[in-house]
């Protein structure tokens, strides 16, 4: 399955999800959903967030699977904090 | 970019040796960095008693005033503690994020590992008829010393490199800095230029109080 796009190719501004299918019986639902905060990082800052979540939140744990240091891992998870705040801090604003 | 230290969350490879030369606290910090930190610090003031040269402040190396062995040792001791004191309380009061105490003590004790270059660069014959001969020259101290032109040339890249050792250390002292305590852009450097300032004076004052007076 191809990776979900999240900028708009043309003018870079957030995408939203025009459209959902069932993938049983082909069901389609039409309407203008917001793609979820966690959902719109970046691939990289994806897959670190489910690694996070499967090593239980342990940096220490990380840090051994990834083969860095204690502080590079938190490092790397203040940035994805800091990338999430910012994506929130966006959305409300679009929302109004 | 190849040598740029790694930066995705991908396992990583195994690291180049550039990458342990100049960005070695993104693969080791906390206890296995404190460990190697303390034991490079104790060996370059070992190896610097043998030669009479001095760490005398964060940043200082001077040859010649002979001491008891355990001064040298303390010097090291005494200068890694100054700066790491000293930049974890400015980094409490800066960074927006919590970090390992023992992280950034641990790299700066490592960072400090280019004085063992330094330091065995003195026992060479060539550094020690240089600093002989501009002790006589420049302060009468000591005894007339002949300087033949390989000990000059030998004399200078001696130097050089112990310059570029020390530039090496700064970077290393930065870079534990950065990482530990995830700091970036002019807020890290300022800080770290007002902490170095701030330890320099700190630890020439404690080497001075605890050690010569």
New interface residues.
Partial sequence: MKLLPIECPSCGRKLVVRQLSCQGCGTAVEGLYEIPSLASLSR?DQ??VL?FVKASGSLKQMAS????????V???L?QTIEELERLETEQEAANG | MADQPPHSIEPQRRPKIVHWLFTPFVYVAGGTSLAIGVAAILLAGLLGSLSNTHFDGVLDMHTGRPAPTRVFLLEGLINWLCLAVVLFLLSRLVSRTSFRARDLFGTQAMARWPTVITALLTLLPAYQRGTAYLGWQLLRVGSQVQLHSADMVLFGLTVMVTVAAIVWMVALMYQSYSTCCNMKGAKAIATFVLGLLLAEVLSKVAIVKLLIM
């Fill in positions: 990289s897959q670190f690694q699977l990834l083969g860095v240091s204690y502080p590079t938190r490092s790397r203040d």
